[in-house]
């Protein structure tokens, strides 16, 4: 049986309604969307159905009171869509709209004092334009695993209403890409019930899974713009330090490198030039790559999975990296779901992830998303890749967390009891690796008194009689290699 034979046969015995509120916008919506019964894999085009162009304003019409709109993240943001839903909720009075995210780039209008009623933001993962709302109550943040996003969706958890998302041209076969986020983006785009895309030529092409055909689209909108732009801080003498000590300590060559976010992880990949056969298997990948590249040192030829290419779920970083992704085979973005699956990343050789803190207590406890009760950022995927590394086929893993030792005010980062209300991302169960500027504590099997000699001996010296002082008094006992 032809696909459009069963597509037609599906239409006729289950039909899929969606909410009055589409019509008005879709006329064939009910027809189309049956489709996804059949299939909601985003690759193959669908015969007979075709996206409607609208402007950005007619586009976000669909959007209606107590719906939940997802928005495509980091360098992906649609902003144009963004604005347009901003104002659109002003103007038509909306209420009680969710919009669901990982970190997002912009201004994030609909998070703004002005727009609480209207809008209210669901941050998976927090960026800096959610930060204020969040932690003043007109925010939502949900604590996940990256990996574990796509199953919200796939397992209908969590229903998506709309999806509002960005892609790169389409090629003369229809098919266009999720560029430098497929992410958790794909499992939205696979279970939202209606789909915007923001077609912008400066988004670059990507192979992996971020393809999407244009027939999945219910409408599609032109933009034109360059994408956010993330341009690495130049790193601290202490931080150029911190990089250098896991650089020259911790990574061999031939490892699988995953790097997170900040000024630590680039710094590490700017003391890796000397090194061979690194390979990458990231979430995020950034600008720190394409030197690595350049001088011969980045060739994942050692890679299990992905075999000689860079596997990433996002990217961001500025224009140079975007133009080096684009239509380039040497890289594959892929499935959140996949990327930061512990399974896959324990099967490449020499895992090493590397990741940053904000502080660490005297038995391992590693604080990554809060500043006490103030949300920061989120859970991300340090976890999934802190497992992956430690549970290495090869047993050659390292899972690695990285901090300075004190903070800009002076105080330590390595502190007896974390603060009130912080939250603990990393267990002292999973913690491996402590690097500061002074050096590397290694926990891993390490009973508590042990834990807290080792920490104390890489913590600023001006804080180290405190810190001894301070575990005296929780352990009962002097701390001891």
């Known amino acids: 049986m032809s696909a459009v034979s069963i597509c037609k046969t599906v239409s006729r015995v289950v039909k899929f309604r969606l909410p009055a509120q589409y019509s008005s916008v879709s006329l064939n919506a009910q027809n189309r969307r049956s489709f996804h019964l059949y299939s909601p894999e985003p690759f193959h085009p669908i015969p007979d159905k075709s996206p409607t162009w609208m402007s950005a304003e007619e586009a976000v019409r669909v959007v209606r009171s107590d719906m939940r709109v997802y928005v495509h993240g980091a360098a992906a943001t649609p902003i144009t869509l963004v604005e347009a839903l901003s104002e659109h909720g002003l103007s038509s009075s909306l209420s009680n709209v969710e919009v669901m995210h990982i970190h997002t780039e912009g201004p994030g209008t609909y998070a703004k004092p002005e727009y609480e009623g209207i809008f209210r933001s669901n941050s998976l993962f927090i960026g800096a334009n959610c930060r204020e709302a969040v932690n003043s ?11 574990e996003i796509p199953l919200l969706f796939r397992r209908k958890l969590i ?30 785009v696979q279970n939202a019930r209606y789909i915007v895309g923001l077609v912008n030529p400066h988004m670059p092409r990507t192979f992996g899974d971020g393809m999407i055909h244009m027939s999945h689209f219910d409408a599609m909108v032109k933009g034109d713009y360059p994408l956010p732009e993330l341009k690495a801080a130049t790193p601290t003498d202490i931080e150029n330090e911190i990089g250098r000590v896991i650089a020259d300590n911790l990574v061999e060559d031939g490892a699988t490198l995953q790097t997170g976010i900040g000024s630590i992880p ?63 085979p040497f890289i594959v973005m892929c499935d959140i779901a996949f990327v930061n699956d512990v399974s896959l990343i324990s099967q490449n050789p020499r895992v090493t992830a590397i990741n940053s803190c904000i502080e660490v207590d005297l038995t391992g406890q590693v604080v990554s998303d809060s500043i006490g009760t103030r949300m920061y950022s989120g859970v991300g995927g340090q976890v999934d890749f802190m497992r992956g590394a430690a549970l290495s086929n090869d047993g050659l893993g390292k899972p690695i967390l990285a901090l300075p030792s004190t903070t800009k005010r002076g105080e330590s980062k390595i502190v007896p009891f974390i603060k009130e209300g912080a939250g603990v991302v990393t267990t002292r169960a999973h913690v491996h690796y402590i690097v500061t500027e002074y050096g590397i504590a290694f926990l891993f099997g390490k009973n508590v008194r042990q834990r807290a000699h080792a920490l104390i001996e890489i913590a600023h010296p001006d804080h180290r009689e405190h810190l001894e002082e301070a575990a005296f008094k929780r352990l009962k006992c002097m701390p001891s290699p």
């Open 137 to 147: 109550g007109r925010g939502d943040f949900t604590p996940i695993f990256l990996s």
């Open 159 to 188: 229903e998506l209403d709309v999806a509002m998302i960005s892609v790169s041209s389409p090629d003369k076969h229809g098919f266009c890409t999720l560029g430098p986020s497929v992410d958790c983006t794909r499992a939205a």
């Open 266 to 328: 680039h710094a590490v990949l700017n003391a890796l030039w000397s090194h061979r056969d690194l390979g990458i298997h990231s979430e995020m990948i950034s600008d720190g790559i394409i030197d690595l590249i350049e001088h011969g040192s980045l060739t994942n030829a050692q890679k299990v999975i992905h075999t000689g290419k860079i596997v990433g779920g996002f990217a961001m970083g500025t224009r140079k990296l975007y133009e080096f992704m684009d239509d380039n």
